[in-house]
């Protein structure tokens, strides 16, 4: 059961080898040459189309960040994680039990361990913001065009929304909250699909100014395949 890759004609790319092959990335500078998450021996690396290893195999996992910083990779080893770039050099130290590289802003979102919150540093491994949470997500790698923003939650599990300086933009008071990204809809471009403390689902824009009621049981974001235009699941 090993895994190669092999051209629409039959070429054989890459000889199977391989416990496991995924496909990576197109390279941004050269884009006739694609990268491979494989696994060997049990671990995973990445190759190139021409079977060249890029990043040795030496991990337990390893996954495309979502930052705009394409060329970085997060990785585990020994249960901790870290993140490397496309020379297998250390860009953060793996030793965390949670990293992730934020969208624009060249800073992460790191645990220590699973019992403790998450929390923001900078490059330097310094804390960014004092404020720990529960959970974070980077809205920019949901929505590009978003500002610098991030949806937070904290220990009482209740999620808000706040600014990459630590601003609050919303409070905590949602049991959860989901970005309605349109790009073609300027009007809704701000808008979020949050349910309330009574369980019940609604839109709202930027400024939490109500779009559509808190009426429903469920709602859900849904793009027709030409983009132009959103409905929700409700």
Request: one cysteine or more; aromatic letters at 14%; a negative charge.
């Amino acid at each position: 059961n090993l895994w190669g890759l092999m051209y629409k004609n039959g070429f054989v790319m890459i000889k199977p080898k391989y416990q496991e092959i995924l496909l990576g990335r197109i390279d941004a500078k050269n884009h006739y040459r694609r990268t491979f998450y494989a696994k060997l021996n049990d671990k995973f690396g990445i190759i190139d189309n021409c079977d060249e290893v890029i990043i040795p195999f030496l991990f337990d996992e390893i996954k495309i960040t979502n930052s705009h910083y394409a060329e970085d990779y997060i990785v585990k080893q020994n249960r901790k994680y870290g993140i490397i770039n496309d020379k297998a050099e250390i860009v953060l130290p793996i030793k965390y039990t949670y990293a992730a590289e934020t969208y624009y802003r060249k800073s992460y979102i790191v645990q220590n361990n699973e019992q403790e919150c998450k929390y923001f540093i900078d490059e330097k491994e310094n804390v960014i913001l004092d404020n720990k949470y529960f959970d974070i997500i980077d809205l920019k790698a949901h929505r590009p065009f978003a500002p610098g923003e991030d949806f937070v939650r904290n220990i009482k599990g209740k999620w808000g929304l706040i600014k990459e300086t630590g601003e609050t933009v919303f409070d905590y008071k949602y049991l959860s909250i989901d970005s309605f990204n349109l790009i073609n809809s300027p009007d809704l471009e701000q808008a979020f699909i949050v349910q309330n403390e009574q369980g019940l689902y609604g839109l709202i824009d930027g400024n939490e100014k109500i779009i559509l009621p808190f009426e429903y049981d469920y709602m859900a974001k849904y793009q027709l395949s030409n983009n132009k235009i959103g409905r929700a699941h409700v």
